[in-house]
């Protein structure tokens, strides 16, 4: 494991009270507008009868540059610049605020939690961004003040709750400034770029769909707190993804994607590098729609490191993260095997925000502080199979009550615990070949006629569906039959199911191949980048249904002729 | 799917920059335009060649490419909020299709089983920028596929619901219309100066930085130009290139005992050259800035029931709201499931009004006044008329139609789809449904300024009032209205929004702004009651939407592009003989416990 650099550990400053800081302030002057309005805010509002205890002002500017094409040509360019205001207010205590969760459903809750937000002027006159900043604490104001009374009656009325934990957790200020990261991008080099990967797929009849998009953004988040904290980060992010689909001859939809991820342009392929992967899809693509559908089948498989790295992602990563393990109405798997084994002895898992990278490949799980002005640090969740640890936000929880950087949330919602960079480590790994020779003696032993090997799995991207608690579904895209011979057979048409603390404990052995999976990651708090890190993966028995098939015939007419007199 | 990631972030992104020199801005003749030729050719191929096993095939294709590009810019107190460096660029492709024949077709249908489904929207989609022959034909024979199999399910299901039905009017569901190979446009490049409307927003919103009183402005200044290609299998087509610049200004605040006062006005023009001066636009801002902080410490009224003078744009603006969507023919759809259809057909007339279907022949106005639809005119006064077209967008010649004639409902104003009475288009389907274009509202009883304010103090005395009131403005149009009932609920304010501009006159003739007056809806009976216009007709323009019911005849195929269609509409003065009025009630927002940073500055 690649050692993390640190630096910005040497620029972060602990202090005591607000006071100290005024002095070691970036010289930021939106940051500056910030602090003025917060903290004028916090001084008028002290004279109420129910003054906040808490607030933050984080306003995040946007830069994000996209060029979209399909079959060769440009579907669109766009490049916009925005600035999100998102502002934590807080009335009552740390110990009960306005934040607390009502226990009943209510349909209009959510409908009535999302408050307008402000238009903020993209320039740094601090006349304008005060009244900005403003206008959104009066309105967050009398919204927390209405809820408060709302949550204090809910407390009375409702039986005691489980989780007797605070509301909010107390956390040291912090000071620290990233200078504004560069951001360039050759747009019509790139709208060239994807016209000519995408030209391969218009050759293909079968092909129905073929898309590339590149989305490049720099994000710059200034954060400020009535705790004292000032925090300033910029981050380049681009990422290109490519899709194609494909109809067999019985409607079944065949999907294939490639996704590239990386902190600067360069980390992107090459024209040529991106042509060899176009070719293979269509290679793979072409095989799919003639592979055999496969049949429901329970038994042992490969999960190679990518589709480990997804499957860690959704059913256990999802899972460890603390403000479920309050929710009263989430399957909490995992809230009391605390110092219990969760997965075979050689397995640990860690969160690592710290990390840029592993080994050569990069991780955009990286950040250096979380969307609450916590220092990002390693969370070893689970140390040789014992759960040790939860990803929490300022939301603590029973037996942890402290953030450990992990609160994240995508500009407009509110911060939950989230994912990092999600790395899963094994003491028992053996070569790939040996793992496959492993899966063959497994499929010998249970007497089937063969193994499976997941490939690729529908990831990053498609991570739409919240998670249901007690079952998974991950999709996976390239699948084969491993036959006692040796011999590998694509199929098609593969859901894979089950429930998760089953088949972590059927997990026998991994390779010593390690995948990173960099995906941008949908839940409560919204859309954040995050990665997953996993070997390879034998498991004894895993479950297999036949996916949902589309109902749709191919179209009626064949292709269009590619030039115009010959219909 | 990748997109979907982008757009939950895209939801408070506005303007967007593209930085394409638009390839279907270059002059081309519409003749040789590749895209127009794709169309023709897979036109052509689907009403041949498309048809499943014994089935129906198509017996109506329509293709629309849409060049869209837009542009948007917004500032508040002098700074930009959203910054674009050029427009946004989309061309999108749609296609209708009809299988049956005029007599019964798939459409003025819903199945319950495929509401709100993806396939309802099978017809639509983003195609590519570039004018590439073979992927504009793959587009559109993947858009055309989807819709066909879509029809021929909606035809079945249609057929099936109505065995069990009897008895009504055999109504035809489309027209059938002489072919129309109109006007043909060739678009040129007429996008304004981005810095000189972005300097304009940057200095009307600066107005508002010396009233700290005002707590929300925003000015906004939309341009949009749309690039339409038509083609249909009955030989109509037409290309025709339509831009339109709108900038708008809004502001709002509370009284002290935290009424909401809100005001917004917006200006229309095919060029920013077409908009009032800068000078002029200011001083309209800094008046209305003014009136706002006049308002805060005006009075309000209990409650008013006498006549009411709406002075002006006023007029136009009142009835354009009240009529504008009325005089549009309106089908109501049948469903496989007769509740559904219940509620849906209670639900459209609830939204923009119940048709006049059923009043023609009735009369609907006092008899001196008389209504006609215009789509020819282009200037009023020299101001530009948003609704002017020759081909409307079923691609039929535009004419112009008389709807009122000395106070009697004539017509209606109708596309494609038939309703009883009213069987052929009047080449007015703008979007997805009949609208007005440009409305004449025009009297034989007319009176100057002044004599309509003694009339007006005449009839008030009459009925002992102490004094009469004045409409110089009366509020968001009725197609912002619906954007506006979504942004009340979103931000939880309940109650509707206050007349922006109302005054008592009195007596001695000196006037008194009032706040939080709310119209209680003017019932369309009350016009037929107005008994005196003024002699200075003026312009009013806004957007209109098209009924929510006209979208299922059109199989939700049609994209607005770039926002609902724009409605200009002339009218003098109205004097009402008696209308309603009455206090917003409360309870309202608290007030801010901090003063706004502009004031301690």
Known sequence: MSVPTKIWLGLCLLAASPALFAQHAPSDSVVAAMRQELDRSMQDLRRTPAPPYFLSYEITDNRAINVTAAFGTLISTTDETTRVLDLDLRVGDYKLDSSHPFRQDTFSEPMQERLESPQIPLNDDPLALRVALWQSTEQHYRHAVERLQQVQANVQVKVAQEDQSPDFSAEPAHVYSEPIADFALDKPAWQQKLRGATKPFADHKEILEANAQLDAEVETRRYVNSEGSEIRMSTPFYRLIIWATAKADDGMELPLYHTYMSFRPDGLPNDAALSADVNKMIVMLLALIKAPVADPYTGPAILSGRASGVFFHEIFGHRIEGQRQKNEDDAQTFKRKVNQPVLPNFLSVYSDPTLRQLRHTELLGYYAFDDEGVPSRRVTVVQNGVLQNFLMSRTPITGFDRSNGHGRHQQGYAVAARQSNLIVESSKSVSRDELKRMLIEQVKAANKPYGLFFDDIEGGFTFTERIIPNAFNVRPTVVYRVYPDGREELVRGVDLIGTPLTSFSKIVATDDHEEVFNGVCGADSGWVPVSASAPGMLISQIEVQRKEKSQERAPLLPPPPASAGNN | MAAKCRTARSKWLVGVVAILLAPFLQAQSPQDDVVMRAMKDELARSMSQLRLLQMDKPYFIAYRVQDVAVQEITATLGSLTSRTGSPTHNRIVEVELRV??????????????????????????????????????????????????????????????????????????????????????????????????????????????????????????????????????????????????????????????????????????????????????????????????????????????????????????????????????????????????????????????????????????????????????????????????????????????????????????????????????????????????????????????????????????????????????????????????????????????????????????????????????????????????????????????????????????????????????????????????????????????????????
């Not at chain 2, 199945?111 to 559109?140: P, V």
């Not at chain 2, 008013?304 to 709406?310: A, D, K």
């Not at chain 2, 957007?543 to 929510?548: A, D, F, G, T």
């Open chain 2, 100 to 601: 049956g024949d005029y007599g019964l077709d798939n459409t003025n249908f819903f199945s319950e089983r495929s509401f709100g489904g993806a396939a309802m929207f099978g017809g639509i989609g983003e195609g590519s920028l570039d004018n590439n022959y073979s992927q504009i034909r793959r587009e559109l024979w993947l858009a055309t596929d989807r819709k066909y199999k879509q029809a021929l399910e909606d035809l079945s299901a249609k057929r099936a619901a109505l065995k069990g039905r009897s008895g009504g009017e055999n109504i035809p569901d489309f027209s059938k219309e002489p072919p129309n190979t109109g006007a043909n446009v060739i678009p040129e490049d007429v996008l304004p100066h981005l810095d000189e409307l972005e300097a304009t927003a940057r200095d009307l919103s600066a107005v508002f930085r010396s009233a700290p009183e005002i707590y929300r402005s925003e000015v906004r200044i939309r341009y949009s130009d749309v690039y339409s290609r038509y083609l249909n299998s009955e030989g109509t087509t037409f290309t025709r290139s339509q831009p339109l610049i709108m900038l708008e200004v809004r502001a709002e605040t509370q009284a002290p005992d935290g009424q909401p006062i809100a005001d917004s006005f917006a200006v229309y023009g095919r060029d920013a050259a077409a908009l009032p001066s800068t000078d002029a636009l200011l001083a309209r801002v800094r008046q209305m800035s003014a009136l706002i902080v006049k308002l805060r410490s005006s009075a309000s009224l209990d409650r008013y029931n006498g006549p009411v003078l709406f002075e002006g744009a006023a007029a136009a603006e009142i009835f354009l709201q009240q009529f504008g969507s009325r005089l549009a023919t309106s089908r109501s759809p049948i469903s496989d499931n007769p509740q559904f259809e219940m509620m849906f057909s209670q639900m459209f007339e609830r939204m923009g009004g119940a048709s006049f279907q059923d009043k023609i022949g009735a009369r609907v106005l006092p008899s001196f006044m008389s209504v006609r639809d215009n789509p020819s005119q282009t200037l009023f006064n020299g101001l530009a008329l948003l609704g002017t077209s020759s081909v409307d967008d079923d691609g039929i010649k535009t004419r112009e139609t008389v709807l009122i004639d000395h106070g009697i409902l004539k017509n209606l104003l109708a596309a494609r789809v038939p309703v009883s009475g009213i069987l052929q288009s009047t080449g007015s389907r703008r979007g997805w449904g009949p609208l007005p274009s440009n409305l004449f509202v025009t009297s034989g009883k007319t009176l100057s300024s002044d004599e309509l304010k003694q009339e007006l103090l005449r009839r008030a005395k009459e009925r002992g009032l102490d004094y009469a009131l004045i409409v110089r403005r009366a509020g968001a149009g009725s197609g912002a209205s619906i954007m506006e009932m979504a942004r009340q609920i979103a931000s939880r304010q309940s109650g509707s929004p206050s007349i922006p501009e109302i005054y008592k006159l009195y007596f001695d003739g000196h006037e008194e702004p009032l706040r939080g007056v709310r119209m209680s809806d003017i019932p369309v009976e009350s016009f037929k009651e107005i008994v005196a216009t003024g002699d200075a007709p003026a312009l009013y323009s806004d957007e209109l939407m098209p009924r929510v019911s006209s979208m299922l005849f059109m199989g939700f195929s049609f994209s607005s592009g770039s926002g609902l269609p724009v409605v200009s509409c002339v009218a003098p003065s109205l004097l009402f003989e008696e209308l309603s009025l009455a206090r917003s009630e409360g309870p309202f927002p608290p007030t801010p416990v901090s003063p706004s940073p502009l004031a301690a500055k």
